[in-house]
């Protein structure tokens, strides 16, 4: 049994961006993306490179590469073992796109904003 769960973060509008953007990858790409995603259920915290980056500010990346097709899904811990996908990209260049990752924190203010009011 996976020891994290991980749900993929969705818009006030109900768009789910990083599962739209698996859903756009290749059949090659998006599996070795769901295997990467099934080794974090199972090691959380623990996970690193070459699979796991820590960004900034708790955002996270998952990592994989098909060939010369690198693609990225960005992350954070939540409470009780929760993870959330926020977005993801392709990577064509070395760094991380900054926009990605102000998304991500943009997509991580929204998701616990929405949490704590519901409590």
Request: no cysteine.
């Given at each position: 049994?996976?020891?994290?769960e991980?749900?993929?973060?969705?818009?006030?509008?109900?768009?789910?961006?990083?599962?739209?953007?698996?859903?756009?990858?290749?059949?090659k790409?998006?599996?070795?993306m769901?295997?990467?995603?099934?080794?974090?259920?199972?090691n959380?915290?623990?996970?690193?490179?070459?699979?796991?980056?820590?960004?900034?500010?708790?955002?996270?990346?998952?990592?994989a590469?098909?060939?010369s097709?690198?693609t990225?899904?960005?992350?954070?811990?939540?409470?009780?073992?929760?993870?959330?996908l926020?977005?993801?990209f392709?990577?064509?260049?070395?760094?991380?796109?900054?926009?990605?990752?102000?998304?991500?924190k943009?997509?991580?203010?929204?998701?616990l904003?929405?949490k704590?009011?519901?409590?």
């Amino acid at each position: 049994m996976p020891k994290f769960e991980v749900e993929f973060y969705e818009t006030p509008n109900g768009d789910q961006p990083a599962k739209e953007f698996l859903l756009s990858l290749d059949k090659k790409i998006r599996a070795k993306m769901a295997d990467t995603i099934s080794i974090l259920q199972d090691n959380g915290y623990e996970l690193r490179e070459p699979y796991s980056k820590h960004l900034s500010e708790g955002i996270f990346e998952l990592r994989a590469k098909v060939g010369s097709d690198i693609t990225r899904v960005l992350y954070f811990f939540y409470v009780d073992r929760h993870i959330i996908l926020t977005n993801g990209f392709i990577k064509k260049t070395q760094k991380t796109p900054p926009k990605e990752i102000e998304r991500a924190k943009k997509y991580r203010a929204d998701y616990l904003r929405r949490k704590e009011s519901r409590k």
